[in-house]
């Protein structure tokens, strides 16, 4: 609203006009006379103008001749409280937080403003059961290891995975492979080897990838 | 039937509805009842990316696992969900 913010000094101002001319000045200054013509007329030093005609805020200049450019109406600023949200954006460009932690079930997810998302966890276990048709002596699980990310890529990320044994430690004898794509939702099918017919295999992985694409 | 869950932040609707041993999952109805006992159906011989890895009949019950999409902030059931055994047919209650 951009009313005059002066009450007239000369009577009469009956009770009425008053209620009315105060509401109008409140939500005025309330607003920062915001609307699309310059308030010059009704503003005084270091008023600020929250100018919707080009979506700018400004400021006065001392000498209450022109306004002074302070920045984009709705710009959003960062600070300590919203650094940490869920991130989202508009055509590329940051329309929530810097950083996004997810923690669940399958692990935990890091989501930043510019698309990148990384995630770490473990795969679902198997067991090196079946014997390796050509090493005698070898076995390796015949359902491969997969698993669920804890958040969603926009495209299939790049998946850096390695085996482990899970019931116990022992000997490094355990190796793998990716013998299965991954997609947006699942990691890479991955198989193991071990001198053991009952070695609990599961593949530990770090995803990075996108959550939008650019 | 046994639904377990997998949960993934993402912006995927989920809607599942039972009835008998069918399931009808974002419109896509997947009828179960002919896996005999202790067979395996794998994943990938089921035309729908909620269902992860096989579908089995163990003690005479199916078992499945479904994706389930959360948003940001969801409640600890959502990001640490239980499964459902013997649902009522009709909607699925997700949790949220």
């Avoid at chain 1, 099918?189 to 530990?204: E, M, N, P």
Wanted: proline content about 8%; hydrophobic content about 40%.
């Amino acid at each position: 609203m951009q009313a005059d913010t002066q009450l007239p000094s000369a009577p009469p101002l009956p009770g009425a006009d008053l209620v009315d001319r105060l509401n109008a000045i409140i939500e005025t200054l309330g607003t920062n006379f915001a609307g699309p013509d310059d308030p010059a007329a009704f503003a005084w030093p270091f008023a600020t103008w929250a100018d919707t005609g080009n979506m700018l805020l400004k400021r006065r200049n001392a000498a209450n001749t022109a306004w002074a450019t302070l920045g984009p109406l709705l710009d959003f600023h960062y600070a300590r409280g919203n650094i940490l949200a869920a991130v989202s954006q508009a055509a590329g460009v940051p329309t929530g937080g810097l950083w996004q932690s997810i923690i669940n079930a399958n692990g935990h997810a890091l989501r930043n403003a510019a698309g990148w998302q990384i995630c770490r966890w473990r795969t679902q276990q198997q067991v090196t059961d079946t014997a390796y048709p050509s090493i005698s002596g070898m076995f390796y699980n015949s359902d491969p290891c997969t698993g669920t990310y804890p958040a969603e890529f926009s495209s299939a990320p790049h998946v850096v995975a390695i085996a482990s044994r899970e019931n116990g430690t022992g000997l490094l004898r355990i190796t793998g492979s990716e013998v299965g794509s991954g997609t947006t939702t699942t990691t890479p099918q991955y198989r193991g080897l071990s001198a053991s017919s009952t070695d609990v295999i599961a593949f530990h992985y770090i995803a990075v990838g996108r959550w939008f694409e650019v | 039937m046994k639904i377990s869950f997998s949960p993934i932040l993402s912006d995927r609707r989920l809607t599942v509805h039972k009835a008998g041993e069918s399931l009808t999952i974002n419109n896509v109805l997947l009828d179960f009842s002919a896996v005999p006992e202790g067979a395996t159906l794998p994943s990938g011989a089921i035309e729908c990316e909620f269902i992860l890895g096989p579908v089995e009949r163990i003690g005479g019950q199916i078992h499945l696992t479904l994706l389930l999409p959360h948003a940001d902030g969801a409640s600890e059931s959502a990001l640490f969900p239980d499964p459902i055994i013997d649902p009522a047919d009709g909607p699925l209650e997700l949790p949220q």
